[in-house]
């Protein structure tokens, strides 16, 4: 029986680049500010790295195919490095493999990198994917957006909830994320709105307003992982360590099966099972100290606050209203840096990114933002869209 | 000829218009700056087809009209009638008879270069009594900006099925003529008609080589005049079938409706839709002239049978003229037609290629939109992958038995309206599909009218094109949903 790899390996060190606009820099600037950040926090060299996991999503905005342009960026001469795309949880998946590589024993110190340059896209968004030969020929080229939405129809069937009801809610999540943003000197928005400013904003896909959409943002993050052992030996005292990262991935269930009722995402539920179990987490609701979710749009991290086991099934609506989540909500703060809504998505970065918020509010590092004792937090991505993606969800703790 | 031993003839029939009607007021307001003569055209609306719509997709809509529950396993032959094919040299019957699912047996064939395409093809068919045969006649002419063909032209097609049980109309005579009357004309490489002055397109044309056909065929059947209940004379000349008739000595109330206030002539379709139309009317034991007129003219005397009484199209063109929604936004229609290069934006550069390929392989599913039943589980699904999406079955899909959701009742379980995405006919309405057998996928949804979606809203489904590469100048199609009201 597998034992899971809670406690097995522990964050060395962990950078990340400024998110927004860049457009003076390109991928490998940015990857540069996150991989120097993470080393002098892991107080190693470069060739201490044994292993590099490199993730990145989108290829016509990125530098390319393979690992070579990232081991080129950052001068990696001859260890292994790997690409990894897995959609929007790329920047989770790249640290799943660096601490897999440790948890095995395979390597002692290893990288796990991210980073998207979004704005040489040359207009705001996501370049439109191919989904290969075959899906290309039937499968709607809807945006990500649209794919997003749909969630608020099949929620508010499923749960008798008005239009309007739903609307106040999600609004209610991006206007949380951007009074939280305000305090992120790293954030690429950092400015607060009002509620009447995203209720009355520009419709994207109904019912999503522009302020329930993420920012579009450059940037990068980095975490240098080893042994427990070995971070200690290195001079390190407080330690935060992997408690879990699962992965769970749609094979058609829900789009060609008429089961799921289209309310909730499945595959984000089946990865917090696991994690929980691999974590040891009985009680999220009571166990987490913050939560960083993928909040692309705003009924995404509505939803996922159901899928995460946090809010009861048709709870999450009253949990957002009654501020729960919000910081100082005596509840689960979630976004305590403002989340994908304020740092945008550059989507080979942010699970690292999410990461790098749990770490540093662990090691009492997040400055004004501070949180008080945090003990746990979670990370989550939802890649592709709730009916065909990818979901991840990791947690993370201090070593006793 | 009505005392032939073997009974052939027609024994179905339906047709389709787009949902989409221009108000002709809207075209003369755009151009009255520069072509004030237009206003006498101004009343009433035509038919326009969606930016997804064509020769292709409205011929399989006007089929399964006339089809109905019927199925297609007995059809011989496929004909398709057109002026306007989307392929020059891609049989494009063929891309029909793929989307109904005909016999890989049928024989397919194009009709085209002549307004009297849709007719001589019915023509041909009938007189050549081989089998069950469908013979389909889709057309959306073309029209410059300002010319009256822009007021005056429509979009439509029509379907016939053809055999011997339970025929609904008989030919029982029918003559031709062939003459170089060229009163207008689109040369290969152009994108509009030309066209010469209607007195004597009316004149020496219509009243002149019209009248003596329609008698040689009514000889030939040994009736008068006087026996004619319905005349369907296509063309887009105003009351030039009114002038036809009284000249014949037909009845004014016996000429068919033109479908000019409501749909526009269409081309090559528009006899056989109005002989489609004038068969929801028609009585038993009444006589239907049909005349194809382009270059000479074909004539076509039909007998209605005590059969016609026990078949109904599903909607017929009664009901597809009774789904219009209205529209006065003259660019809609324009850009539709690609007649101006609006900035799409970035979104709109993506590259749309179709690996001819894989559109072979699996043109088993998406040509006739069929789903895989699983014989182990009962499981519907489509796409058709290896193994069943089932969790508990995941058997081969060797064994699944194959399931058009063409005809399946379906509804809507999630969708937005998506403004972001690059769409010609913007917002993009996608979202889940639930078809009552199982079934469920996401697709677009098209036509929403004034009513909206909501999740439950009973849809169905219809042919229509993917994506346009005009970069390769290739049309995939694929079928999308529409609200069933319109």
Same mark, same amino acid.
């Given at each position: 029986?597998?034992?899971?790899? /809670? ?16 457009? @003076? ?5 940015? #990857? ?24 990145? $999503? ?6 390319? @195919? ?38 095995? $024993?395979?390597?002692? %110190?290893?990288?796990? %990198?991210?980073?998207? /340059? ?42 008798? %909830? ?54 579009v943002s450059d940037g990068a993050a980095a975490a240098i992982v080893t042994t427990p052992e070995i971070a ?6 407080? #330690? ?140 989550? @991505? ?19 | ?42 009343? $009433? ?32 032959? #496929? ?29 397919t064939a194009d009709q085209g270069y002549s307004e009297r395409a849709g007719v001589a093809g019915l023509l ?19 029209? /410059? ?77 040994? #009736? ?21 008739? /009284?000249?014949?000595? %037909? ?31 028609? +009585? ?15 004539v076509l005397v039909l007998q209605v049978t005590d059969a016609l009484a026990d078949f109904k199209p599903v ?74 999406? @089932? ?19 379906? +509804? ?75």
């Amino acid at each position: 029986m597998a034992t899971g790899i /809670k406690d097995k390996v522990a964050i060395l060190g962990m950078g990340c680049s400024q998110f927004g606009e860049r457009w @003076n820099v390109g991928t490998n600037e940015l #990857l540069a500010e996150a991989f120097e950040e993470a080393l002098a926090d892991a107080g190693i060299e470069r060739k201490q790295i044994e292993a590099a996991w490199y993730g990145s $999503g989108l290829d016509p905005v990125n530098v390319g @195919n393979s690992a070579i342009p990232a081991a080129m960026g950052l001068r990696l001469d001859l260890i292994p490095v790997s690409r990894v795309e897995n959609m929007c949880a790329t920047g989770t998946e790249a640290l799943r493999s660096a601490v897999y590589a440790v948890a095995s $024993g395979a390597v002692d %110190i290893a990288l796990a %990198i991210g980073a998207e /340059k979004l704005k040489d896209a040359g207009y705001g968004g996501l370049p439109t994917p191919y989904k290969g030969t075959f899906n290309d020929m039937w499968l709607p080229m809807g945006s990500a957006p649209a794919g997003f939405a749909q969630l608020a129809a099949g929620y508010r069937t499923k749960h008798g %909830i008005s239009k309007e009801e739903l609307k106040r809610a999600i609004a209610h999540v991006s206007w949380k994320s951007h009074q939280n943003g305000v305090h992120s000197p790293k954030a690429h928005l950092r400015k607060a709105v009002t509620m009447d400013q995203i209720l009355n904003a520009p419709m994207i896909a109904e019912p999503l307003g522009l302020f329930d959409c993420c920012g579009v943002s450059d940037g990068a993050a980095a975490a240098i992982v080893t042994t427990p052992e070995i971070a200690r030996a290195l001079g390190k005292h407080d #330690l935060v360590s992997v408690k879990a990262i699962q992965l769970a991935i749609a094979s058609g269930v829900e789009s060609s099966m008429s089961n799921w009722d289209g309310s909730h995402v499945r595959t984000t539920r089946a990865a917090a099972k696991r994690a929980y179990a691999e974590a040891g987490i009985t009680d999220p609701r009571k166990q987490l100290s913050l939560m960083e979710v993928h909040d692309c749009f705003s009924i995404t991290e509505l939803v996922t606050m159901e899928d995460l086991f946090v809010s009861e099934e048709g709870r999450a609506v009253h949990d957002v209203l009654d501020g729960f989540f919000d910081r100082g909500g005596n509840g689960v703060p979630c976004q305590v840096d403002g989340g994908l809504k304020c740092f945008g998505h550059p989507i080979g970065a942010s699970g690292l990114r999410m990461a790098y918020e749990v770490y540093s509010q662990l090691l009492g590092r997040a400055g004004e933002r501070q949180l008080a004792s945090p003990s746990m937090g979670l990370t989550h @991505n939802l890649g592709g869209v709730p009916y065909l993606g990818v979901a991840a969800v990791s947690v993370f703790g201090l070593m006793g | 000829m009505s005392n032939q031993t073997h009974d052939y003839g027609i024994t179905g029939f339906g047709g389709y218009i787009p949902r989409l009607r221009m108000q002709r007021a809207a075209i003369v307001a755009t151009h009255q700056w520069m072509a004030p003569g237009l206003r006498s055209l101004g009343k $009433g609306q035509r038919a326009f087809c969606s930016w997804d719509e064509d020769t292709i997709t409205m011929a399989v809509e006007a089929a399964r009209d006339a089809l109905g529950q019927r199925t297609t396993a007995e059809l011989q032959s #496929l004909t398709l009638a057109s002026t306007r094919m989307p392929y020059a040299n891609v049989q494009n019957s063929s891309l029909v008879a793929a989307s109904l699912q005909l016999p890989a047996t049928a024989a397919t064939a194009d009709q085209g270069y002549s307004e009297r395409a849709g007719v001589a093809g019915l023509l041909a068919a009938l007189r050549s009594a081989a089998g069950p045969a469908l013979v389909v006649a889709s057309d959306h002419p073309p029209a /410059k900006p300002a010319s009256t063909q822009e007021l005056t032209y429509g979009a439509g097609a029509a379907a016939f099925t053809l055999g011997s049980d339970k025929v609904l109309a008989r030919l029982v005579g029918h003559a031709s003529r062939n003459n170089t009357f060229v009163d207008h004309y689109r040369a290969e490489d152009q994108s509009f008609d030309y066209f010469w002055e209607e007195r004597w397109i009316r004149e020496e044309g219509y009243l002149k080589v019209v009248p003596q056909t329609v008698k040689a065929a009514l000889q030939q059947a040994g #009736l008068t005049a006087a026996d004619v209940h319905h005349f369907v004379l296509a063309s887009s000349l105003k009351a030039v079938d009114q002038a036809v008739a /009284k000249k014949l000595g %037909i009845a004014p109330e016996a000429v068919a409706d033109a479908l000019d206030s409501t749909c526009g002539y269409a081309g090559a379709a528009h006899a056989p839709m109005m002989l489609a139309l004038a068969l929801e009317r028609a +009585q038993p034991g009444q006589h239907i002239v049909v005349v194809g007129f382009s270059q000479g003219c074909d004539v076509l005397v039909l007998q209605v049978t005590d059969a016609l009484a026990d078949f109904k199209p599903v909607r017929g063109i009664s009901g597809a003229l009774a789904e219009a929604q209205p529209h006065d936004a003259y660019m809609r229609m324009l850009s539709y037609a690609g007649g101006i290069d609006l900035e799409w934006g970035m979104r709109a550069e993506k590259v749309i290629k179709t690996a001819l390929t894989d559109q072979y392989r699996s043109s088993h599913q998406l040509a006739g939109f069929v789903a895989g039943h699983c014989r182990a589980c009962g499981t519907v699904q489509f796409p058709q992958l290896t193994y069943c999406v @089932n969790p508990a079955c995941n058997a081969p899909a060797a064994q699944f038995d194959p399931v058009s959701l063409r005809d399946v009742p379906a +509804q809507v379980l999630t969708y937005t309206a998506d403004a972001l995405s690059y769409h010609p006919a913007p917002p993009l309405y996608v979202g889940f599909v639930q078809f009552d057998n199982g079934a469920r996928l996401l697709m677009e949804m098209v036509d929403v009218g004034a009513a909206g979606l909501d999740v439950g809203t009973p849809l169905r489904s219809v042919l229509r094109i993917k994506d346009l590469d005009k970069a390769r100048g290739h049309t995939r199609y694929f079928w999308k949903m529409t609200p069933l009201a319109a």
